[in-house]
């Protein structure tokens, strides 16, 4: 059944969490607001939508009414219960017993969002809003049955009572209201299983558990371990399990992936939207991520298992943390999962502790250290390969290699295949001779050693051309390198037929593994440690391996194709023969492949938005150390500075702000040495744009300041407009207004349009808007809104839809149409600002509303992308905004700390954020009026106050106000 749970939130948090698990453990669907994410309609209307489309609707009712979106038609949760009564659904109502001590918010308590309120509306609201709860709870006894509640738990068993009667009595031909896909197993890639598995039995039975128990407050777990240690075979043993009960009660999707074998983390989520979301292979991948978000709000409990994290997150030395991912997107969705997306879970193999998922440590993720195997397990997995000898020998041996699994697993199979089986045999390894910093790894090293040494020839071989592929292969790849002949083929030059027995020999040994790729072809693969030792037997240079790749995955592409590529088919194999074309020493080919054949920015980023994509692909340019000096040195001169140029706006775009600042450092200093000012100046105009979006207002304005003069003296009119307008806004920031004004000024001389338009425009209204001129802002807007349609600018228009909300708030009237037009354009490209942008003014629209859930949950998000990406003025203006939404529900001591926490920010020496500093000073100045600290309080509106008069602050009578209140 589909159960629609209609109560208001804030102060039934706790009871709507029970209420919600209640559902899950009884195997129904629940359909709450907390998993709805951005709404695609108006939120009352969505909201009645849904309750008249459940099977059943839960209300729950204590001490609010609620937010009323339009006066006299009733809060949002009587209009649910009214519009599930007309569609004929049954409702079950529990009303707050009244002689229970209630001490979480009531209506009185409401008062404080209502700020501009004079008392006497204020005291007009609360009895309005009183009678209102008294007379909803008069019309819910009349016409449903309802039932008293008290405590969380009180309610959860009797929610369970009645639904697990409700359900029991259903027929079974009854259809639910909206058609849910049924639950898949997806493995799109096979786990390599570990022969003769041994041990483990507790971890296997709490992680089974954990997977069937759909209403753990456990959403991710992750085995870390060093390499070897056996994480794939008990993630593999656990979905061996789960595939023979499924699917099991209450399931939702599960998908399998491998970094092993691919790591790219839009292929992952392009498979996520094809599995939880049935999207197409041709969906956009630009703002995949979101679409996920809110899609896995379902309420359904998916997991999704990840094994092998380590190839997507960064190694020492590599100038990120060790452990930190390095794929944004991948960052962003497991945080929201750790946070609480719906209900997905994650189950996660890797050998680095998951650093970006540190605070929520204990409390939603659990990181299990996995140990090596136990004696016993160790010593019956050598008796499973058939290994000969007393208890004690295989002891021993085992012990060597300090229980190691993967040294267990191949020493076994050694003395199988090569010393029939008699554990004395163990003692030609030499094993205690090895001493090293890492003696499991070498010891594992000498083992396959000897291995290779006792491989038939074709069998060695074959295992180290397969082992030079940092993923799996296919037959018919191996086939190529065979038909190549000379030193690529080596001793397999005649064994093209014998080459599927060759690989099942290998899978016997336990060396290699073979899982279904796309389409069902077979792919053939080996252990990491296991590529890493055979690859090195390569008998000829590896980049002649990839130069017959190349012209494998090659046929059929062209460099500079007439028609650009558009499918993810046709982009994935561009970029596996930018890989090969790279790998085999072509460089200059590799790129003009990615210049001409993916083009670049203005197709693959702009039109398509495959943002990461075009990153990953530019990173791959990068040297092993990753120093953005040396990027593309096989490359021209001038490639290097376009690509460069390239992979910091790619980086920009994705969100990955730290990264490109460093990379627009380098190609600033690169510039400087090149003749060309107008390139100069155009490359500090972005300089200037990531300082300003990671509040470094200092470095802006020098930046700014630079881009003026090379405009200058380039003698170019649109870069020196440019110029202007991003000194201008950046003064502005710091408070700088009159000469903020007299640069907005000399760039509207310059413009042939007497009005600044395109992103200039916008940095101009939003100018005026600030300072309370509203009409000036709205001409600005909508005739550079006007220009940009007409232009067919769109990566403009997004911004001018923020100024609209923007304006649409400083009018009292609802932004909401502006915010969906946004979330329209975010939804295909994935903008990173204009994501966090269209929470932040979701969230204060809602606060405006007195919606307080939806305005805590937008805030939330924000705030999450805001501090993940490095966004220092938006997370300013988050924190302020999440300060009030606290000030309201009322919790004055979490609004002071968020707004101390923007004022220190706004504050900070490199940013000097006046409009900051002055809107988080007066918030501080409410929280400590609210907790009673009026001395504190009235020194923070003097600091508000201060900077309000000094930058003609619209809002400075509010301060001086909030001051003689408390004088």
Not at 813 to 827: G, V, Y
Not at 863 to 879: D, N, P, S, T, V
Request: charged share 25%; aromatic share 6%; glycine share 8%.
């Amino acid at each position: 059944m589909r159960v629609f749970l209609s109560s208001t939130s804030v102060d039934l948090d706790e009871h709507r969490r029970i209420v919600d698990d209640t559902l899950l453990r009884l195997q129904q669907q629940p359909v709450v607001m907390e998993r709805f994410g951005p709404l695609p309609g108006a939120p009352v209307d969505e909201c009645e939508r849904l309750a008249a489309s459940a099977d059943v609707v839960v209300c729950v009712v204590a001490h609010r009414y609620g937010y009323v979106p339009e006066p006299g038609k009733g809060s949002i949760t009587r209009r649910e219960v009214e519009a599930a009564r007309r569609a004929g659904k049954p409702v079950y109502v529990w009303i707050v017993d009244d002689a229970f001590d209630w001490i979480q918010p009531k209506e009185p308590d409401g008062l404080m969002q209502l700020y501009g309120l004079g008392d006497e509306a204020k005291e007009r609201y609360v009895v309005e809003a009183e009678k209102a709860l008294g007379d909803f709870k008069a019309w819910l006894r009349k016409n449903f049955i309802t039932e008293s509640f008290t405590t969380p738990d009180d309610l959860g068993r009797k929610v369970a009572t009645t639904l697990a009667k409700v359900a029991a009595q259903r027929d079974e031909g009854v259809k639910l209201s909206a058609p849910v896909r049924p639950p898949e197993l997806r493995i799109v890639h096979a786990l390599q299983p570990a022969p003769h598995f041994s041990g483990r039995t507790a971890l296997l039975n709490e992680l089974s558990v954990w997977v069937d128990d759909i209403a753990s407050p456990d959403r991710l777990r992750a085995l870390v371990a060093a390499g070897g240690t056996g994480k794939t075979a008990v993630v593999e043993q656990v979905i061996r399990s789960l595939q023979q009960r499924w699917p099991p009660p209450g399931a939702g999707s599960v998908l399998v992936w491998s970094f092993y074998e691919k790591p790219e983390a839009d292929s992952f989520l392009r498979e996520c939207a094809q599995l939880f979301l049935g999207e197409a292979d041709d969906a956009p991948a630009g703002g995949r991520l979101e679409r996920l978000q809110r899609g896995l709000r379902d309420g359904r409990p998916h997991l999704i298992v990840l094994d092998g994290l380590e190839r997507v997150q960064a190694e020492a030395g590599s100038g990120l943390v060790r452990g930190e991912l390095v794929d944004h997107t991948l960052k962003l969705l497991l945080q929201a999962i750790a946070a609480g997306l719906g209900r997905t879970r994650a189950l996660v193999t890797s050998r680095f502790a998951l650093t970006d998922l540190r605070d929520w440590e204990g409390h939603g993720v659990v990181q299990t250290l996995l140990e090596d195997l136990e004696p016993a397990a160790a010593r019956q997995a050598l008796r499973g390969w058939g290994v000969l000898g007393r208890d004690e020998q295989l002891d021993a041996v085992c012990q060597q290699v300090g229980q190691h699994a993967l040294s267990v697993a191949v020493i076994g199979s050694y003395l199988a295949h090569f010393e029939q089986g008699r554990i004395e045999a163990a003692a030609s390894l030499r094993l205690d001779e090895v001493a090293t910093d890492d003696p499991k790894a070498a010891k594992l090293a000498r083992v396959l050693g000897f291995y290779a040494e006792r491989l038939p020839a074709e069998e060695r071989e074959l295992l180290a051309r397969l082992s030079v592929f940092p993923r799996g292969i296919t037959i018919d790849l191996l086939g190529a390198l065979v038909d190549a002949g000379g030193q690529v083929a080596g001793v397999l030059s005649h064994a093209k037929p014998a080459l599927a027995r060759l690989l099942t020999r290998l899978v016997e040994r336990g060396l290699v593994f073979r899982y279904s790729g796309a389409g069902s072809t077979d792919n053939w693969t080996a252990h990491p440690f296991v590529r890493e030792r055979f690859a090195a037997l390569l008998g000829c240079p590896k980049e002649a391996v990839f130069n017959v790749m190349a012209r494998h995955v090659g046929r059929g592409l062209d460099v500079r194709p007439q028609t650009m590529p558009e499918s993810p088919d046709m982009l994935d194999r561009y970029e596996q023969l930018i890989e090969a074309t790279r790998l085999a020493g072509r460089e200059q080919e590799a790129f003009d492949l990615f210049w001409f054949g993916l083009g670049a920015e203005d197709h693959l980023a702009k039109k398509l938005g495959e943002y990461e994509r075009a990153y990953r692909i530019l990173r791959t340019f990068l040297p092993a150390s990753g120093d953005p000096r040396d990027f593309g040195s096989g490359l021209t001169k001038s490639d290097q500075l376009a690509g460069l140029t390239a992979l910091a706006q790619a980086a920009y775009l994705l969100g990955r702000l730290q990264e490109a600042a460093a990379l627009r450092q380098v190609d600033d200093a690169r510039s400087r040495q090149h003749p060309d000012a107008l390139g100069y100046c155009i490359g500090l105009h972005s300089t200037c744009e990531v300082a300003v979006s990671l509040g470094r207002l200092a470095d802006a304005r020098v930046a700014a300041t630079e881009a003026c003069h090379q405009a200058e003296g380039a003698g170019d009119r649109t870069q020196e407009l440019n110029s202007l307008a991003n000194r201008a806004m950046v003064r502005h920031q710091l408070g700088d207004i009159a000469h903020a004004l007299v640069d907005f000024s000399r760039a509207t001389a310059l413009e042939s349009w007497r009005l600044l338009y395109s992103t200039r425009g916008q940095l101009h209204a939003r100018h005026h808007l600030d300072l309370g001129r509203i009409k000036a802002s709205e001409t600005i807007v909508l005739a550079g809104l006007e220009i940009s349609r007409r232009g067919g600018w769109n990566f403009e228009i997004p911004g001018w839809q923020a100024m609209l909300s923007r304006l649409a708030l400083a009018r009292a009237q609802d932004p909401s149409p502006f915010i969906a037009d946004m979330r329209a354009w975010t939804a295909r490209t994935g903008d990173m600002q204009w994501i966090i942008e269209a929470h932040t003014l979701s969230a204060q629209s809602a606060l405006v509303r007195g919606d307080l859930g939806t305005a805590q949950a937008e805030a939330d998000d924000g705030l999450r992308q805001a501090r993940l990406c490095g966004y220092g003025l938006k997370l300013i203006e988050l924190l302020i905004t999440q300060s009030a939404i606290h000030l309201a529900r009322p919790d004055p001591q979490r609004a002071l700390a968020a707004a101390r926490e923007a004022l220190d920010l706004a504050t900070a020496p490199h940013c000097g954020y006046a409009w900051g500093e002055a809107d988080a000073a007066h918030a501080w100045g409410l929280a400590f009026e609210a907790l009673g600290q009026l001395e504190q309080a009235q020194r923070a509106f003097r600091q508000a106050l201060a900077v309000r008069e000094r930058i003609e602050h619209p809002q400075a009578e509010a301060t001086r106000t909030a001051l003689a209140r408390l004088t």
